[in-house]
């Protein structure tokens, strides 16, 4: 299995600019998760979904971050628009509740994608 | 806010020296989870413990839980270089979500 994949995996843009990060689950898996890492703040949990429906959005930090998972396959997170502020590396991760041994506990993570916004 | 607290922030110790890492946390939990992180990359699974385990191993990795002290710490021994890298604990909650804490960074030197 190729693991969780994100793109792109560096992306620099302008404050304003709209900025769109991908994320490919884990074929199978019925969890996705977005998280952000910085050295300030640390990991923080963003949005997840369940079967592509969102469940929990709370971390999300302002209307300007928005996430979609259109099909089991594909989720997006945009920021629209961009701001220095979110400069971080933004991760994704999946899961699956039909893991035998650690059922949903256990997130899978992609490699991140390191945005700064100038 | 952060649930996990690591302690300390940093470790730096030599090849085959044994390295400890602590954990706490302030809610209930239904397991905790260690992750490690090597520069640049993602966070990969480690280890988890249920909240009615008190030990745990698997290989070199030893995980104890003490949820009346709302604490864990991760044992690594007969350390590696390989081993360098950022190690968190990330507490289960319920309801599918992990909050992790600020890691520790751990120095293996040859």
């Known amino acids: 299995d190729a693991g969780v994949i994100q793109s792109p995996r560096h992306e620099v843009t302008e404050m304003g600019q709209e900025v769109t990060l991908r994320c490919k689950p884990i074929?199978?898996?019925?969890?996705l998760f977005w998280y952000r890492q910085t050295m300030m703040r640390g990991l923080e949990l963003l949005i997840y979904?369940?079967?592509?429906?969102?469940?929990?959005d709370s971390g999300m930090p302002e209307d300007r971050f928005s996430a979609k998972m259109p099909n089991a396959s594909f989720s997006t997170l945009k920021i629209q628009p961009s701001e220095p502020r979110d400069s971080a590396v933004y991760f994704c991760?999946?899961?699956?509740?039909?893991?035998?041994?650690?059922?949903?506990?256990?997130?899978?993570f992609g490699p991140g994608t390191r945005l700064l916004v100038l | 806010s952060q649930q996990g607290e690591e302690d300390p922030q940093a470790l730096s110790i030599q090849e085959g020296e044994n390295a400890t890492m602590n954990c706490s946390y302030k809610?209930?939990?239904?397991?905790l989870q260690w992750y490690r992180q090597n520069s640049g990359r993602g966070l990969v699974h480690l280890i988890l413990?249920?909240?009615?385990?008190r030990e745990k191993h698997s290989g070199r990795l030893r995980v104890t839980l003490d949820t009346s002290k709302k604490s864990s710490s991760l044992l690594i021994t007969a350390s590696r270089a390989a081993d360098t890298a950022s190690y968190f604990c990330?507490?289960?909650?319920?309801?599918?979500?992990?909050?992790f804490g600020q890691g520790t960074r751990l120095t293996i030197n040859p």
């Open positions: 809610t209930s939990i239904n397991n």
């Open positions: 413990i249920r909240s009615n385990e």
């Open positions: 074929s199978g898996h019925d969890y």
């Open positions: 991760a999946s899961s699956s509740s039909r893991d035998r041994v650690s059922r949903r506990e256990t997130q899978y």
């Open positions: 990330a507490t289960d909650q319920g309801a599918q979500k992990l909050v």
């Open positions: 979904f369940n079967n592509n429906v969102p469940i929990d």
